[in-house]
């Protein structure tokens, strides 16, 4: 028989795991405390834009015709229970702490909890969750007796959330010394003995390492970045071009050529909170000289959004009052709806606050825009937005943005053709020969 599988929190990384775990054919039970998340779910609908995820439910959620039936959500504990799962995967949130760099572990906690009181007494937990290096085990401690509790963090990439998690680049399990140990590593290795496996490493190890690796990859992703600004920074006092120089060394195998786009840097709900999660835990640890570095490379970040206002400001002959500003983009990165920590959404504040007349527009993020920064001005298209503009901000580097847009038809609509790329994605060659002005991070004004 399959396993009976649940997945407690449904956002990205749950709601993801949960459809991808009924395609593997386990009959699958997703709980999150949030009643109006729940209610598109079971309706086979989804409450972020994620490509591929709702054709994914469609397949598998139980209120659809032809579907397999075999993936059901609930807000319910109590159903929870009685749904007798054999594994208990825990996906809810650690957001950054209000004010502090520490991240929040209550909703961790309290799922842990919950879970405690209705959970078989032979089933397998198994955390997902981004959490602190120890948190493994303090938290078996919540559990009943005899429940065995795995570390198996999780790696996936908004915009690509679906292919990511049915074909990871490896399966990392934390588990204790001892028979609980092998119980938890005998289960997981029946759940990932599945096509998603297949070709995927599986790395076994203890909590703590589970854990770490987690926050470790993530810390790499924001250094190789924040490195590559810093060469922007050079760059620009230099005279040189970051992308010429991101290109020349990422053909060094050993530095590879991924995640070395200069521009406004990295946002979202990961790589920040788990860089300064990291250190505030390094440092509770008595080892915040180790990541020291860490605090540069948040800088570093925090820079290049000031950096982008500095080049608007510029742009525009020394302030933004009276002037019009478009801003293209909103959220951290293309093919997601996200905006937290969004570097673009930041530097329309920014600027808004500032005195300019900022207009955005997004293809995909302006609800949650929107709902973030209503004081903002939007509009309804990428040409409506530059409608009699001063200066072009290019912030999020959307595929219908380098594709879509005419750089003609553009310089037609606006006060001032001047565009500055913020994501070093567009072509200067083209912009330039439909008469812009086209200045980007970390490279020459031609
Ligand atoms: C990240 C990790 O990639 C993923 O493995 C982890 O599970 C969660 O955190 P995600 O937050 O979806 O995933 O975003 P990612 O694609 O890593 O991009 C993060 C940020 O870095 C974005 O704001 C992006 O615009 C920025 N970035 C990325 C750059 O500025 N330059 C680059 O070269 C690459």
């Given at each position: 028989?399959?396993?009976k599988?649940?997945?407690?929190g ?15 054919g ?6 999150d405390?949030?009643?109006?998340k729940?209610?598109?779910?079971a ?26 039936g ?5 807000t319910s ?7 007798d799962?054999?594994?208990?995967f ?6 950054q ?9 209550s909703?961790v906690?309290?799922?842990f909890?919950?879970?405690a009181k209705v ?8 955390g ?21 509790l795995?570390?198996n ?6 915009g690509?959330?679906v ?7 490896r ?8 028979p ?10 029946e ?5 998603l496996?297949?070709?995927s ?7 703590p ?16 970045i924040?490195f ?11 005279g ?28 979202g ?10 250190m505030?835990?390094?440092g ?18 925090m820079r ?45 504040g ?13 293809p995909?993020?302006m ?8 004081t903002?001005?939007?509009a309804?298209s ?44 567009l072509?200067p ?12 991070m ?5």
């Amino acid at each position: 028989m399959a396993l009976k599988i649940t997945v407690i929190g449904t956002g990205y990384l749950g709601a993801t795991h949960a459809a991808a775990m009924a395609e593997l054919g386990f009959d699958v039970l997703g709980l999150d405390v949030a009643p109006a998340k729940i209610e598109m779910l079971a309706a086979g609908r989804v409450p972020m834009y994620e490509p591929g995820l709702e054709e994914l439910l469609a397949r598998h959620v139980d209120t659809i015709g032809g579907s397999t039936g075999r993936l059901r959500f609930t807000t319910s504990w109590d159903e929870l229970g009685a749904f007798d799962g054999d594994v208990h995967f825990v996906c809810v949130n650690t957001p950054q702490k209000h004010g502090e760099y520490a991240c929040d572990m209550s909703y961790v906690d309290s799922a842990f909890t919950s879970l405690a009181k209705v959970v078989r007494g032979d089933a397998l937990v198994v955390g997902k969750s981004t959490v602190p290096v120890g948190s493994a085990r303090r938290l078996v401690g919540l559990l009943p007796e005899g429940v065995a509790l795995a570390w198996n963090p999780e790696f996936l990439r908004e915009g690509f959330a679906v292919q990511d998690t049915l074909h990871p680049d490896r399966i990392v399990v934390g588990v204790p010394e001892g028979p609980a140990g092998e119980t938890a590593e005998k289960v997981l290795r029946e759940v990932y003995a599945t096509p998603l496996a297949e070709g995927s490493p599986l790395v076994l190890t203890d909590y703590p390492t589970s854990e770490l690796v987690k926050t470790a990859a993530n810390s790499f992703l924001a250094t190789k970045i924040s490195f590559i600004n810093a060469m922007a920074e050079v760059c620009e006092a230099g005279g040189g071009d970051v992308a010429r120089l991101a290109e020349a060394i990422g053909y060094d195998e050993r530095i590879g050529s991924k995640f070395l786009r200069a521009g406004i840097g990295f946002g979202g709900g990961c790589l920040p909170k788990d860089i300064r999660a990291f250190m505030a835990r390094a440092g509770e640890l008595g080892a915040d000289q180790a990541l020291t570095f860490l605090r540069e490379i948040d800088s570093i970040n925090m820079r290049r959004r000031a950096s982008m206002v500095e080049m608007a400001r510029e742009a525009l002959g020394g302030g933004f009052l009276g002037k019009r500003v478009a801003v293209l983009g909103a959220t951290f990165k293309p093919d997601s709806d996200d905006v937290r920590d969004s570097p673009a959404l930041n530097v329309a504040g920014q600027i808004h606050l500032q005195g300019g007349q900022v207009t955005v527009y997004d293809p995909k993020g302006m609800p949650n825009a929107r709902q973030v920064f209503p004081t903002l001005g939007y509009a309804d298209s990428a040409l409506d937005a530059v409608r009699g503009a001063d200066v072009v901000l290019h912030l999020t580097e959307w595929r219908e943005f380098r594709d879509a847009l005419d750089p003609a038809e553009l310089a037609g609509v606006v006060a001032s053709p001047v565009i500055l790329d913020g994501r070093n994605a567009l072509d200067p060659v083209r912009w330039r020969e439909a008469g812009w002005t086209y200045r980007a991070m970390g490279r020459p004004t031609a």
